[in-house]
Protein backbone atom coordinates (compact mmCIF):
# COMPACT_ATOMS: atom_id res chain seq x y z
CA UNK A 1 0.00 0.00 0.00
CA UNK A 2 1.40 3.33 -0.98
CA UNK A 3 1.58 6.23 0.96
CA UNK A 4 -1.35 8.01 -0.31
CA UNK A 5 -3.88 4.92 0.26
CA UNK A 6 -2.45 4.99 3.64
CA UNK A 7 -3.81 8.28 4.18
CA UNK A 8 -6.99 7.34 2.54
CA UNK A 9 -7.56 4.39 4.73
CA UNK A 10 -6.69 5.82 7.60
CA UNK A 11 -9.31 8.76 6.56
CA UNK A 12 -11.89 6.41 6.07
CA UNK A 13 -11.52 4.76 9.73
CA UNK A 14 -11.10 8.15 11.58
CA UNK A 15 -13.88 9.99 9.67
CA UNK A 16 -16.40 6.85 9.78
CA UNK A 17 -15.52 6.98 13.91
CA UNK A 18 -15.64 10.33 14.45
CA UNK A 19 -17.58 12.41 11.63
CA UNK A 20 -16.22 14.91 9.75
CA UNK A 21 -16.64 17.70 12.00
CA UNK A 22 -14.58 16.20 14.25
CA UNK A 23 -11.80 14.79 12.08
CA UNK A 24 -8.58 16.48 11.70
CA UNK A 25 -5.54 15.87 9.44
CA UNK A 26 -3.55 15.62 12.23
CA UNK A 27 -5.38 13.25 13.83
CA UNK A 28 -5.40 11.01 10.34
CA UNK A 29 -2.05 11.54 9.55
CA UNK A 30 -1.26 9.93 13.10
CA UNK A 31 -3.71 6.99 12.06
CA UNK A 32 -1.78 6.38 9.10
CA UNK A 33 1.80 6.63 10.79
CA UNK A 34 2.96 9.87 9.04
CA UNK A 35 3.56 13.21 9.74
CA UNK A 36 0.45 15.97 8.57
CA UNK A 37 3.23 17.62 6.43
CA UNK A 38 3.33 14.19 4.53
CA UNK A 39 -0.89 14.37 4.48
CA UNK A 40 -0.63 18.12 2.82
CA UNK A 41 1.81 16.30 -0.15
CA UNK A 42 -1.07 14.35 -1.16
CA UNK A 43 -3.75 16.09 -0.64
CA UNK A 44 -5.07 19.86 -0.31
CA UNK A 45 -7.05 19.86 2.49
CA UNK A 46 -9.77 17.37 4.49
CA UNK A 47 -12.09 18.69 1.79
CA UNK A 48 -10.24 17.02 -0.56
CA UNK A 49 -9.47 13.54 1.59
CA UNK A 50 -13.34 13.51 2.18
CA UNK A 51 -14.00 13.26 -1.32
CA UNK A 52 -11.02 10.36 -1.69
CA UNK A 53 -12.95 8.55 0.89
CA UNK A 54 -16.50 8.49 -0.74
CA UNK A 55 -14.59 8.00 -4.05
CA UNK A 56 -12.20 5.29 -3.43
CA UNK A 57 -13.19 3.63 0.33
CA UNK A 58 -17.07 3.96 0.26
CA UNK A 59 -19.93 2.62 -2.02
CA UNK A 60 -18.29 4.02 -5.14
CA UNK A 61 -21.11 1.93 -7.03
CA UNK A 62 -23.42 4.79 -7.87
CA UNK A 63 -20.48 6.92 -9.22
CA UNK A 64 -20.27 4.66 -12.14
CA UNK A 65 -23.69 3.78 -12.55
CA UNK A 66 -24.34 7.75 -12.63
CA UNK A 67 -21.47 8.15 -15.22
CA UNK A 68 -22.90 5.82 -17.72
CA UNK A 69 -26.52 6.61 -17.54
CA UNK A 70 -26.26 9.13 -20.69
CA UNK A 71 -25.09 6.15 -22.53
CA UNK A 72 -27.41 3.82 -21.38
CA UNK A 73 -30.84 5.67 -22.31
CA UNK A 74 -32.62 3.98 -25.21
CA UNK A 75 -30.21 1.22 -24.90
CA UNK A 76 -30.49 -0.90 -21.49
CA UNK A 77 -34.80 -1.64 -20.36
CA UNK A 78 -35.77 1.50 -18.03
CA UNK A 79 -36.57 -1.07 -15.53
CA UNK A 80 -32.96 -2.46 -14.95
CA UNK A 81 -31.36 1.29 -14.99
CA UNK A 82 -33.55 2.25 -12.71
CA UNK A 83 -32.87 -0.45 -10.26
CA UNK A 84 -29.29 -0.17 -10.31
CA UNK A 85 -29.76 3.41 -9.49
CA UNK A 86 -31.91 2.45 -6.66
CA UNK A 87 -29.49 -0.03 -5.26
CA UNK A 88 -26.33 2.15 -5.53
CA UNK A 89 -27.93 5.37 -4.05
CA UNK A 90 -29.18 3.45 -1.22
CA UNK A 91 -25.82 2.00 -0.64
CA UNK A 92 -23.81 5.33 -0.50
CA UNK A 93 -26.32 7.46 1.40
CA UNK A 94 -26.65 4.52 4.12
CA UNK A 95 -22.64 4.45 4.42
CA UNK A 96 -21.94 8.43 4.06
CA UNK A 97 -24.18 8.89 6.58
CA UNK A 98 -22.04 8.32 9.17
CA UNK A 99 -19.16 10.46 7.87
CA UNK A 100 -21.64 13.36 7.02
CA UNK A 101 -24.36 13.70 8.84
CA UNK A 102 -21.98 15.71 12.10
CA UNK A 103 -21.17 19.16 9.44
CA UNK A 104 -24.90 20.03 9.66
CA UNK A 105 -24.14 20.44 13.65
CA UNK A 106 -22.32 23.91 12.84
CA UNK A 107 -23.26 26.40 10.35
CA UNK A 108 -19.75 27.58 9.65
CA UNK A 109 -18.42 24.38 9.25
CA UNK A 110 -21.43 23.55 6.82
CA UNK A 111 -21.06 26.49 4.73
CA UNK A 112 -17.12 25.77 4.40
CA UNK A 113 -18.08 22.52 3.32
CA UNK A 114 -20.64 23.76 0.77
CA UNK A 115 -18.07 26.17 -0.88
CA UNK A 116 -15.42 23.62 -0.86
CA UNK A 117 -17.31 20.91 -3.12
CA UNK A 118 -19.07 23.78 -5.19
CA UNK A 119 -15.05 24.91 -6.31
CA UNK A 120 -14.64 21.58 -7.21
CA UNK A 121 -17.33 20.97 -8.91
CA UNK A 122 -18.73 18.63 -6.84
CA UNK A 123 -22.01 18.35 -4.39
CA UNK A 124 -24.54 15.90 -3.72
CA UNK A 125 -26.42 17.41 -6.65
CA UNK A 126 -24.73 15.97 -8.77
CA UNK A 127 -26.63 12.20 -9.15
CA UNK A 128 -30.00 14.34 -9.22
CA UNK A 129 -29.35 16.02 -12.25
CA UNK A 130 -27.55 13.49 -13.98
CA UNK A 131 -30.55 11.01 -13.44
CA UNK A 132 -32.89 13.83 -14.50
CA UNK A 133 -31.28 13.81 -17.52
CA UNK A 134 -31.20 10.49 -17.99
CA UNK A 135 -34.93 10.27 -17.55
CA UNK A 136 -35.53 13.35 -20.06
CA UNK A 137 -34.24 11.70 -22.65
CA UNK A 138 -35.90 7.97 -21.97
CA UNK A 139 -38.75 10.57 -22.35
CA UNK A 140 -37.78 12.05 -25.40
CA UNK A 141 -37.33 8.06 -26.88
CA UNK A 142 -41.30 7.46 -26.17
CA UNK A 143 -40.60 5.38 -22.84
CA UNK A 144 -42.19 7.95 -20.14
CA UNK A 145 -44.97 9.72 -20.19
CA UNK A 146 -44.69 13.41 -21.78
CA UNK A 147 -46.57 15.04 -19.52
CA UNK A 148 -44.23 13.37 -16.73
CA UNK A 149 -41.43 15.89 -14.85
CA UNK A 150 -38.33 14.43 -15.12
CA UNK A 151 -36.30 16.72 -12.41
CA UNK A 152 -39.82 15.27 -10.04
CA UNK A 153 -39.16 11.81 -10.78
CA UNK A 154 -35.85 12.20 -10.18
CA UNK A 155 -36.31 13.19 -6.66
CA UNK A 156 -38.95 11.06 -5.80
CA UNK A 157 -36.10 7.96 -7.14
CA UNK A 158 -33.15 9.45 -4.56
CA UNK A 159 -35.62 11.12 -1.82
CA UNK A 160 -36.83 7.74 -1.32
CA UNK A 161 -33.07 5.99 -1.28
CA UNK A 162 -32.63 8.93 1.02
CA UNK A 163 -35.32 8.30 3.35
CA UNK A 164 -34.42 4.33 3.13
CA UNK A 165 -30.49 4.76 3.89
CA UNK A 166 -31.68 6.72 7.04
CA UNK A 167 -34.34 4.66 9.00
CA UNK A 168 -32.04 2.00 8.15
CA UNK A 169 -29.64 3.17 10.78
CA UNK A 170 -32.74 2.79 13.54
CA UNK A 171 -34.51 -0.30 11.92
CA UNK A 172 -33.81 -3.51 13.76
CA UNK A 173 -34.72 -5.16 10.38
CA UNK A 174 -34.30 -3.10 7.47
CA UNK A 175 -36.31 -4.50 4.32
CA UNK A 176 -34.31 -6.44 1.38
CA UNK A 177 -32.33 -4.19 -0.80
CA UNK A 178 -33.46 -5.61 -3.85
CA UNK A 179 -37.21 -6.10 -2.89
CA UNK A 180 -37.02 -2.53 -2.20
CA UNK A 181 -35.02 -1.16 -5.53
CA UNK A 182 -37.47 -3.56 -7.04
CA UNK A 183 -40.85 -2.56 -5.92
CA UNK A 184 -40.03 1.53 -5.66
CA UNK A 185 -38.92 1.60 -9.66
CA UNK A 186 -42.15 -0.72 -10.43
CA UNK A 187 -43.94 1.41 -8.63
CA UNK A 188 -42.42 4.61 -10.71
CA UNK A 189 -42.80 3.11 -13.58
CA UNK A 190 -46.68 2.23 -13.61
CA UNK A 191 -47.38 6.05 -12.75
CA UNK A 192 -45.03 6.91 -15.76
CA UNK A 193 -45.59 4.83 -18.67
CA UNK A 194 -46.16 6.40 -21.54
CA UNK A 195 -50.07 6.33 -23.11
CA UNK A 196 -48.79 4.36 -26.09
CA UNK A 197 -46.16 2.23 -25.71
CA UNK A 198 -43.12 2.87 -28.11
CA UNK A 199 -43.08 -0.95 -28.91
CA UNK A 200 -45.64 -3.92 -28.70
CA UNK A 201 -45.73 -4.82 -24.70
CA UNK A 202 -45.53 -8.39 -23.63
CA UNK A 203 -48.52 -8.81 -21.77
CA UNK A 204 -48.03 -9.25 -17.80
CA UNK A 205 -44.43 -7.46 -18.55
CA UNK A 206 -44.34 -3.96 -16.22
CA UNK A 207 -44.14 -0.99 -17.89
CA UNK A 208 -39.94 -0.18 -18.85
CA UNK A 209 -39.14 -3.73 -17.51
CA UNK A 210 -36.94 -5.70 -20.66
CA UNK A 211 -38.69 -7.96 -22.93
CA UNK A 212 -37.55 -12.03 -21.49
CA UNK A 213 -35.08 -13.24 -23.33
CA UNK A 214 -36.11 -16.83 -25.32
Do not use: W
Not at 39 to 57: C, M, N, P, S, T
Not at 71 to 77: F, Q, S
Not at 88 to 95: E, H, K, N, R
Amino acid sequence: MNTRDRIVSAAAEVMHDRGLARATTKEIARAAGLSEAALYKHFRDKIDLFLAVLGERGPTQLGTVVARLAERAGADPLDQVLREVVRAATDFYQQSFPIAASIFSERTLFEAHRAALHERGAGPHKPGRALAAYLADEQRRGRLHPAADPAAASSMILGACLERAFLGHFAEHPTDPDEFATTLVRTLLTGLAPAQPPTQATPGRQPGQAEPRE
